[in-house]
């Protein structure tokens, strides 16, 4: 195997893996895991209000 022919595997390779990526990232059952993972930041925010606020409660 010449360097020409296993740039050419490589790409192909490469390629293929883009593309398993691209449709894993935009599939209907990755979607609703996307979602809930963006949102954590809001959820953590709002659980740190919550336990500054209990603590000047006492």
Same mark, same amino acid.
């Given at each position: 195997?010449? =360097?020409?022919?296993?740039? &050419?595997? *490589?790409?192909?390779?490469?390629?293929?893996?883009?593309? &398993?990526?691209?449709?894993?990232? =935009?599939? %209907?059952? @990755? %979607? @609703? #895991?996307?979602?809930?993972?963006?949102? *954590?930041?809001?959820?953590?925010?709002?659980?740190? #209000?919550?336990? %500054? &606020?209990? &603590?000047?409660? %006492?």
């Amino acid at each position: 195997m010449d =360097y020409g022919t296993f740039q &050419g595997f *490589l790409t192909i390779v490469v390629m293929a893996t883009f593309v &398993g990526i691209f449709f894993w990232a =935009y599939s %209907k059952h @990755s %979607k @609703s #895991k996307f979602d809930e993972a963006a949102n *954590l930041v809001f959820t953590e925010d709002e659980l740190a #209000k919550m336990s %500054k &606020g209990s &603590g000047d409660q %006492k």
